[in-house]
T-cell receptor
Framework: GESVGLHLPTLSVQEGDNSIINCAYS??????FIWYKQESGKGPQFIID?????DKRQGQRVTVLLNKTVKHLSLQIAATQPGDSAVYFC??????????????FGKGTLLTVNP | DGGITQSPKYLFRKEGQNVTLSCEQN?????MYWYRQDPGQGLRLIYY???????QKGDIAEGYSVSREKKESFPLTVTSAQKNPTAFYLC???????????FGPGTRLTVL
């Protein structure tokens, strides 16, 4: 089975609320993680990444948290806006533990923002 | 305007025909990738190339072929041997294997 998965396939929030999208991974050798946003009919767009030597990284309105103890990754979006509605994917790279060039993707979570 | 381009956006083909999808990048990236996405699914790796004139099979390479004659270009051919070719095809590139992969807009292939 996939080593990267999501707890919730869909998430619906009100505009202005904070959103949290979760991702579990099973490969302890993974050392690089990425969150992508994909709007309907378009290619995935890079949001934020984090390496395994960090447990938190912040961007503009987004924060990624990495808990290596329980192999869990989350994406937090502050003050969610209608334009944030999309499918969000997490991906992991095993780095030196495996093929550096191979990302493993989860199935994605559909985020819907209600006005 | 830098980035990754894929053409065409929509492609229709009859069963039994080969078809080639284009992917070009002007980011000076060494690595390029092809993924397939089916409805409600994550991305699955078809082929990847670390450098010019070199490429490796991904998880679902059967029925596909690639070439990497130029650093900027990584075309994908979907052959008649691919049993279920209808899908959304995504090309990506990265500076190296440990760097972020950036994606093109995708090509939606429909086999009639």
């Amino acid at each position: 089975g996939e080593s990267v998965g999501l707890h919730l396939p869909t998430l619906s929030v009100q505009e202005g609320d904070n959103s949290i999208i979760n991702c579990a991974y099973s490969n302890s050798a993974s050392d690089y993680f990425i969150w992508y946003k994909q709007e309907s009919g378009k290619g995935p767009q890079f949001i934020i990444d984090i390496r395994s030597n960090m447990d938190k990284r912040q961007g503009q309105r987004v924060t990624v948290l990495l808990n290596k103890t329980v192999k869990h990754l989350s994406l937090q979006i502050a003050a969610t806006q209608p334009g944030d509605s999309a499918v969000y994917f997490c991906a992991e790279n095993m780095g030196s533990g495996g093929s550096n060039y191979k990302l493993t993707f989860g199935k994605g979570t559909l985020l819907t923002v209600n006005p | 305007d830098g980035g990754i381009t894929q053409s065409p956006k929509y492609l229709f083909r009859k069963e039994g025909q080969n078809v080639t999808l284009s992917c070009e990048q002007n980011l000076n990236h060494d690595a390029m990738y092809w993924y397939r996405q089916d409805p409600g699914q994550g991305l699955r790796l078809i082929y990847y190339s670390q450098i010019v004139n070199d490429f490796q099979k991904g998880d679902i390479a059967e029925g596909y072929s690639v070439s990497r004659e130029k650093k900027e270009s990584f075309p994908l051919t979907v052959t008649s041997a691919q049993k279920n070719p209808t899908a959304f095809y995504l090309c990506a590139s990265s500076a190296s294997g440990l760097d972020t992969q950036y994606f093109g807009p995708g090509t939606r292939l429909t086999v009639l």
